[in-house]
């Protein structure tokens, strides 16, 4: 299995942010953390990206702990896009992407080689950054930074692909055609995803499991329609829900919230 948790706790300093975590995603598996704001799924999300330590238990990656490996060996198997990225000043898209390539070159290596620079493209494509690519960073729009930023992860070649709210500050066009292009990578080179999302519809259309998390805990996890409960939506989110058949499968319609 690519990640398993065993009894995982953490979060900062003394704090502990979520609790006894035990989850096994399967090579080629979509997961989605979902819960209501402070539920733990962003701290959940850095445990399993080796960004913090455990304060207790361990994440397995492909059976070793995760925060035992070297970095390098790590990030040759493992990608994380942050909900928020550092934009370079005066960095080129090419460049940027180009930076995926260094977890798997030599420490004096310098130059990309023939493999390098075939990831590269690949990425480029793939997120159809082509046409950008002597584009600086920051000239870019919210959407074309963020196909930037997760071709720079997709040049990585990694094995599991971790993203924390990827949608946010898209409109609607560019969310469906960011999940679209995870959706082709995890059904055609079978990347593994973990994903931390808001939007439970996006989850339930996208995801093979979902992850219900609740005060650091998580309190349902299986497939969308398991999940998708009214009452477990209810005592989670705080609101009343009707669950719906669509023709992208089951969606819900908030109906009124659920007053403390």
Same mark, same amino acid.
């Given at each position: =299995?690519?990640?398993?948790?065993?009894?995982?706790?953490?979060?900062?300093?003394?704090?502990?942010?979520?609790?006894? @975590?035990? /989850?096994? $995603?399967?090579? %080629?598996?979509?997961l989605?953390? *979902?819960?209501?704001n402070?539920?733990?799924?962003?701290?959940?999300?850095?445990?399993?990206?080796?960004? @913090?330590?455990?304060?207790?238990?361990?994440?397995?990656?492909?059976?070793?702990?995760?925060?035992? +490996?070297?970095?390098? !060996?790590?990030?040759?198997?493992?990608?994380?896009?942050?909900q928020?990225?550092? @934009?370079?000043? %005066?960095?080129?898209?090419? +460049?940027? !992407?180009?930076?995926g390539?260094?977890?798997?070159?030599?420490?004096? +290596?310098?130059?990309?080689?023939?493999?390098?620079?075939?990831?590269?493209? =690949?990425?480029?494509?793939?997120?159809?950054?082509?046409?950008?690519?002597?584009?600086? /960073?920051?000239?870019?729009?919210? %959407?074309?930074?963020?196909?930037?930023?997760?071709?720079?992860?997709i040049?990585?070649?990694? +094995?599991?692909l971790?993203?924390?709210?990827?949608t946010?500050?898209?409109? /609607?066009?560019?969310?469906?055609?960011?999940?679209?292009?995870?959706?082709?990578?995890?059904?055609?080179?079978?990347?593994?995803? !973990?994903? *931390?999302?808001?939007?439970?519809?996006?989850?339930a259309?996208?995801?093979?499991? @979902?992850?219900?998390?609740?005060?650091?805990?998580? #309190?349902?996890?299986g497939?969308?329609? #398991? *999940?998708?409960k009214?009452?477990?939506?209810?005592?989670?989110?705080?609101?009343?829900?009707?669950? $719906?058949?669509?023709?992208?499968?089951?969606?819900?319609?908030?109906?009124?919230? $659920?007053?403390?």
């Open positions: =299995m690519p990640i398993e948790t065993h009894n995982l706790t953490g979060g900062y300093a003394n704090q502990q942010i979520v609790k006894d @975590i035990n /989850i096994t $995603i399967a090579k %080629g598996e979509w989605s953390l *979902v819960g209501a402070g539920s733990g799924k962003t701290t959940l999300l850095k445990l399993l990206s080796r960004l @913090i330590k455990p304060q207790q238990g361990t994440v397995l990656l492909d059976g070793k702990a995760i925060h035992t +490996q070297p970095s390098k !060996v790590v990030a040759q198997k493992l990608a994380f896009l942050p928020q990225q550092t @934009i370079p000043t %005066g960095l080129t898209v090419e +460049q940027l !992407v180009s930076l390539r260094t977890s798997h070159q030599a420490w004096w +290596q310098w130059e990309l080689n023939t493999e390098d620079r075939s990831k590269v493209e =690949m990425a480029l494509q793939l997120t159809q950054m082509e046409n950008f690519r002597d584009r600086t /960073i920051e000239k870019l729009s919210g %959407g074309e930074r963020q196909r930037a930023f997760l071709a720079l992860a040049a990585q070649n990694p +094995q599991t971790l993203l924390d709210e990827p946010t500050y898209l409109d /609607i066009r560019y969310q469906l055609e960011l999940l679209e292009l995870l959706k082709k990578l995890n059904q055609q080179q079978y990347l593994t995803i !973990v994903t *931390v999302l808001h939007d439970v519809n996006l989850a259309r996208y995801s093979s499991r @979902i992850a219900l998390l609740s005060h650091g805990k998580i #309190f349902a996890l497939t969308p329609e #398991f *999940v998708l009214p009452a477990y939506l209810a005592e989670v989110l705080g609101v009343h829900v009707a669950v $719906i058949e669509t023709p992208v499968g089951l969606q819900i319609c908030p109906l009124t919230s $659920i007053h403390p």
